[in-house]
């Protein structure tokens, strides 16, 4: 059984591009949830998607924006890039339980 | 505000030893709470997952304790190995509906042969 995936592993862009970044739950997980971690610090809670719906959101501007697929799989997307966004990015999936993290997308913004 | 503190933020000891690693939450009506292990750059592993009504959960050498009443955690971690070396996290979950973890920073472990 796969655990969560996410692609791309790295990604270079400059500040005011848009990036999307992608996650592939667990076999079985309904609901993704995207976090943020800068260098240094634990992840924080960016948003999560159930039934492909917004359920909860983070403290996070509306430059980050995503989606669910029918398939339970997600898309977070970053507009109008600033150096301040350069993270890695972890999805975590679940199933109504325990949240499983994916091995992130590291972004670096230039 | 909902708040996770780790102390301290790096730890750095010998190998065979025994060491306890600290975490503290504000507000003590927590749902659970949950120990990960860090690799540099890499994603999250959970280690233990201890629910509000549970005092101690153990998987081999790792033991994680939750007092709620005085908002804290501690993950003990026994006869230490150099492979154990890596960042600690703790985070809660403090709404059954609602699903955010909340981390703290982490607690940097390093272990020397």
């Known amino acids: 059984d796969a655990g969560v995936t996410q692609s791309p592993t790295h990604l270079i862009k400059t500040r005011g591009q848009q990036v999307t970044l992608r996650c592939s739950p667990k076999s079985g997980h309904d609901t993704v949830s995207w976090y943020q971690q800068a260098l240094g610090q634990g992840p924080q809670f960016i948003f999560q998607?159930?039934?492909?719906?917004?359920?909860q959101r983070g403290n996070f501007p509306d430059r980050f924006s995503g989606h669910q697929f029918p398939n339970y799989s997600s898309e977070l997307n970053v507009n109008a890039l600033l150096l301040g966004d350069s993270a890695l990015y972890l999805c975590a999936s679940s199933f109504g339980g325990t949240q499983y993290f994916g091995p992130g997308t590291r972004l670096t913004v230039l | 505000k909902q708040e996770v503190t780790q102390i301290p933020a790096a730890l750095s000891v010998p190998e065979g030893e025994n060491l306890v690693l600290n975490c503290s939450f504000t507000d003590s009506a927590i749902y659970n709470l949950q120990w990960f292990r860090q690799d540099p750059g890499k994603g999250l592993t959970s280690l233990l997952l201890?629910?509000?009504?549970?005092r101690e959960q153990t998987s081999g050498r790792l033991n994680a304790s939750l007092d709620k009443s005085s908002g804290r955690s501690t993950l003990y971690i026994a006869a230490s190995q150099p492979g154990d070396s890596a960042t600690y996290l703790c985070?809660?979950?403090?709404?059954?509906?609602?699903?955010?973890?909340?981390f703290g920073k982490g607690t940097t472990l390093s272990v020397s042969s």
């Open positions: 998607y159930y039934e492909e719906e917004e359920r």
């Open positions: 985070a809660v979950k403090w709404n059954q509906a609602g699903t955010a973890l909340i």
């Open positions: 201890i629910q509000s009504s549970q």
